[in-house]
């Protein structure tokens, strides 16, 4: 007889898993990212800050709508819309182009002041919002090696944001409006890979540990389960004659 094809059917079932750059949207998530940031640099070079900011606005917007004809994720375009709306906004209002990135200076040092605070407070959030996204519960917090691993890939994630602040910020200072826009791309998307490289080990690190604890840890038997063995125990005791 021949074997049935389940077994081959259970390993076609298994979809590979998404690349850590298809997590990010792939490379046209790189491109869309990096685009209303290099419209805004070119117009604001030839045609001045009004034009560069209108173009990089259109340039956003452009993206969104290609989005929802493509039938691709929103939210990734929905943000990236608003934070190129806000970037764009304090340039009017400052009347300056390196105000085009002030808002994501900014952003930076907050998150890093958030990612570090998680940490103080032993809530390091590569592990809250892993653990909420999966439904996992709050058991790795009680384990000391997932608690720090996740501590760890917190802190790459902070000195990320951290960086990003202080170069930016030097940039700007420096009014090297051009070097700002170049370390906005460079500091972006390459830098987050890193961070969630991190991310990815102390998910495994974690997992890994509280499998293990798991199957060295007994279970407990439940009162049905105590009786059901005491049942059996004494049904098979010897009989003793009188």
């Known amino acids: 007889m021949t074997e049935p094809a389940g077994g081959e059917q259970k390993n076609d079932d298994k979809k590979p898993q998404p690349t850590l750059l298809e997590q990010m949207g792939g490379l046209s998530g790189l491109f869309y990212s990096s685009l209303p940031v290099i419209v805004f640099v070119i117009a604001n070079a030839i045609f001045g800050l009004t034009v560069g900011i209108w173009a990089a ?22 943000s990236g819309f608003f934070g190129v ?31 570090m605070l998680s940490i103080v407070v032993r809530w390091p959030l590569a592990g809250v919002v892993w653990n909420a996204l999966n439904g996992s519960g709050h058991a790795w917090r009680k384990d000391k090696k997932s608690l720090i691993s996740y ?3 917190t802190g790459a994630m902070a000195l990320i944001f951290g960086a990003r602040f202080i170069v930016q910020r030097w940039l700007y200072d420096e009014d090297y409006t051009g070097w700002l826009a170049f370390a906005k791309i460079a500091m972006g998307y390459p830098l987050y890979a890193l961070g969630l490289l991190a991310v990815v080990w102390a998910v495994r690190r974690s997992e890994k ?3 293990a604890r798991a199957e060295e840890t007994p279970r407990e038997e439940t009162d049905a389960e105590v009786e059901a063995r005491l049942r059996e125990k004494y049904a098979q005791a010897p009989v003793v004659e009188k």
């Open 151 to 153: 501590s760890i890939a």
């Open 57 to 78: 606005v259109g340039s956003a917007v452009a993206i969104t709508v290609l989005r929802v004809v493509r039938k691709e994720p929103l939210q990734p375009a929905i």
């Open 85 to 115: 709306a806000i970037a764009a906004f304090i340039a009017y209002r400052t009347g300056s182009a390196k105000g085009f990135f002030l808002f994501g200076i900014w952003t930076s040092l907050v998150y890093f002041g958030v990612f």
């Open 209 to 211: 540990h509280l499998k």
